[in-house]
């Protein structure tokens, strides 16, 4: 089984995320904002709400399952946990203090996409390659990059008109570092032709094995006219991957 959806959500607690807790009440859900504060041993800490601590200390003593969900920018995050503990005066930061709820840390995260886009998978049979530099904000995008800024070994996974997903192998067991919304030269190398791209990362997490997960978002696609003639070939591309991907699945029933 995949541990991207756990990865997601450490990112998601790492940065503080926000998030809907659902506390069950006479057969019902009550709904409240939170966002994450915390992780430790037991589980995670989230934001609570002061009115509701008799419902709260109800479910602790009886080992209460809540839900917890989070909307990411194209991912969604949701996982059903026991609810372990409350304290009053979590600290944040500074001399600040919330009111806080610790979740045992979940087993299953379950994840699903956002994207308006139709995200289609990339095989090796594909044919399509991808070379990637990071590039600061003031450089134009046709400037050839130095050898320095290329992402080495990038590897495409999924692809749709407004992104891309790729991972990046570890290099002398170093994890490549990036950020998000850092902006990315990207590109795709097909068989007929090269399409040149900018993008920003819109999600990046490292897994057990050192490998570097990143979502793209493709910028400026609209802009102009050149923008404009790269998205129609992006619709190109991504139509007939989807077509060869519905193809491979009816031989496969």
Same mark, same amino acid.
């Given at each position: 089984m995949s541990d991207k959806p756990q990865i997601s959500l450490r990112n998601a607690v790492d940065r503080g995320a926000p998030a809907v807790v659902s506390l069950p009440s006479d057969a019902m859900l009550r709904n409240y904002k939170s966002r994450f504060l915390a992780r430790e041993a037991r589980g *995670?800490?989230?934001?609570?709400?002061?009115?509701?601590?008799?419902?709260?200390?109800?479910l602790i003593a009886s080992r209460g399952l809540v839900g917890v969900s989070c909307k990411m920018r194209f991912e969604k995050l @949701?996982?059903?946990? /026991? #609810?372990?503990?409350c304290r009053n005066d979590f600290k944040t930061s500074g001399d600040c203090t919330v009111v806080a709820w610790l979740v045992e840390t !979940? $087993?299953?995260v379950v994840q699903t996409q956002r994207r308006n886009d139709y995200r289609v998978r990339v095989l090796p049979t594909d044919e399509i390659g991808v +070379?990637?530099? $990071?590039? !600061?904000?003031?450089?134009? #995008?046709?400037? /050839?990059?130095?050898?320095? $800024?290329?992402?080495?070994k990038?590897?495409?996974? +999924?692809?749709?008109v407004g992104g891309l997903g790729m991972v990046i192998p570890a290099k002398d067991e170093t994890p490549t570092r990036v950020t998000v919304s850092e902006r990315?030269?990207?590109?795709?190398?097909?068989?007929?032709?090269?399409?040149?791209?900018?993008?920003?990362?819109?999600?990046?997490?490292? +897994?057990?094995? *050192?490998?570097?997960?990143?979502?793209?978002?493709? @910028?400026? *696609? $609209?802009? +102009?006219?050149?923008? /404009?003639?790269?998205?129609?070939?992006?619709?190109?591309?991504v139509g007939r991957l989807q077509r060869d991907e519905v193809r491979r699945q009816r031989k496969a029933v």
């Open positions: *995670l800490w989230l934001e609570g709400e002061a009115r509701e601590h008799p419902l709260v200390d109800s @949701q996982f059903v946990s /026991r #609810l372990l503990e !979940p $087993q299953d +070379d990637v530099w $990071q590039i !600061p904000e003031h450089v134009h #995008l046709s400037d /050839r990059p130095s050898a320095r $800024q290329h992402l080495a990038v590897e495409i996974r +999924d692809l749709s990315l030269r990207v590109l795709l190398k097909l068989p007929e032709e090269e399409i040149l791209l900018e993008a920003r990362i819109a999600f990046a997490a490292i +897994d057990s094995a *050192l490998v570097t997960h990143c979502g793209l978002e493709f @910028q400026h *696609l $609209q802009r +102009d006219l050149e923008g /404009r003639q790269k998205l129609a070939k992006l619709n190109k591309l």
